[in-house]
């Protein structure tokens, strides 16, 4: 991830952040707090914003000025979760399993729990046939009761079922196959043509693995890996509808063209503002406000661009029998992430915004938070989207900034 200007790869001159093994890693050095490098004078002389003028500033006690400022990251919390031998000992296991009824059809929530952080990920899950090995494992000493109230059941409840394997209701779950199930065989659907497939596509680079439109027939149901969308959570942009970012457009289309196949899966990952979480996110927002973009923002705050990683993901996706998939994302970092924990990406299916579909925006529009949000994730984290041709002649809000 490079450094734009002369005042960011200052405020990171206390990180390195190089990505090893497609994985970024961080290391720091004597970070220092944050209002140090606010009004240390070399940076802020680079500033035209009033906001950010140097001034005197006494040694304070606290790293930050605000009492409730969570103190400074240390070299431990700067360092990502990950680690280059990733894997070896992460188990993930799905706690509970429960049906949704949407305005849009039925799906299967799946909470799971894992040996690495206390956060309730999810997998929301459609078709009968996706399910999770170890939410179907028999556990010692559990009732048929117990059973059926953690959701390890097969079919669709009724008021009174007694047993969790009384298969009922209406699914693609034929009753032959309720033993498989119950064994803990997820039902696999890919046939031999469709090994060929991968085969033959194994070799594709990230950026290549495009991407069809996606056709509603029957037969690519049945014959197709999966489609799976791995979403990061933003309670900004999903639940009070923020329009600095298309996250929630992109989960409300990945549940729309998944319902409309009628098979897959959306792994719902608790890493909020790419792994800083919602108070830091909040604070890269208001120095959003100040004229930074998202990448700066993160590494003013000491961080990097992007903590996330996947492989609590590609955990979810193994218990649930999805190892080969075509996947919903731009972001060809997460393509290479999860690949390395061998789970095939057959087919990318990219996510374009609504308001850049038109290969142009809307004049009145144009210039919106949304815009220079997604124009820095294609010319600063690699997404794989096209900038509007009437954007392309606008210059960045990065660089008009820091020219001024
Ligand atoms: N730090 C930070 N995180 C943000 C910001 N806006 C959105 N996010 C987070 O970004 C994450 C979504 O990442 P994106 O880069 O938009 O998309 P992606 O998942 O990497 O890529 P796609 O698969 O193409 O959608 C969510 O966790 C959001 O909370 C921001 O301004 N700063």
Known sequence: MGYQSVEESLFAQSLDVSPINGQISVTAHQAPPLNTLIHSPHPSQ?????????????????????????????????????????????????????????????????????NRDSKEHLAIVF????????????????SEMDRIVRGAYVGRLRPGQKRSNEYSGSN??????????LNGNALNTTNDTNTETVLNTSTLNTANKITTPITNTSSLQLCSPPLVRIHSECFTGETVNSARCDCGEQLQEAM????????????????EGRGIGLAEKLRAYNLQDLGHDTVTANILLHHPPDLRNYDIATQILSDLGVTTIRLLTNNPDKIEQIEADEIKVIQRIPMVPKAWREGKVDQEKQGSELDNYLRVKVER?????????????QESVSSTFWRN
């Open 381 to 393: 984290m690699r997404h794989l989207l096209d900038i509007p041709g009437n954007l392309l002649t």
């Open 127 to 142: 078709g009968d046939d996706i399910r999770s090995k170890s939410l179907d494992a028999p556990r010692p000493r559990e």
């Open 46 to 114: 680079l500033l035209s914003s009033s906001h950010l003028q140097p001034r005197k500033c006494t040694p304070a006690k606290k790293p930050y000025s605000t009492q409730n400022r969570t103190p400074l990251r240390t070299l431990e919390t700067l360092t990502p979760p990950a680690t280059p031998t990733r894997n070896t000992s992460l188990t993930v296991e799905c706690q509970v399993r429960a049906r949704l009824p949407t305005s849009t059809g039925e799906l299967f929530l799946h909470l799971y729990k894992n």
């Open 256 to 271: 729309r063209l998944i319902q409309q196949e009628g098979r897959g899966v959306i792994v719902y990952l608790r890493q």
């Open 172 to 181: 693609n779950i034929e009753k032959g196959n309720v033993n498989n199930v």
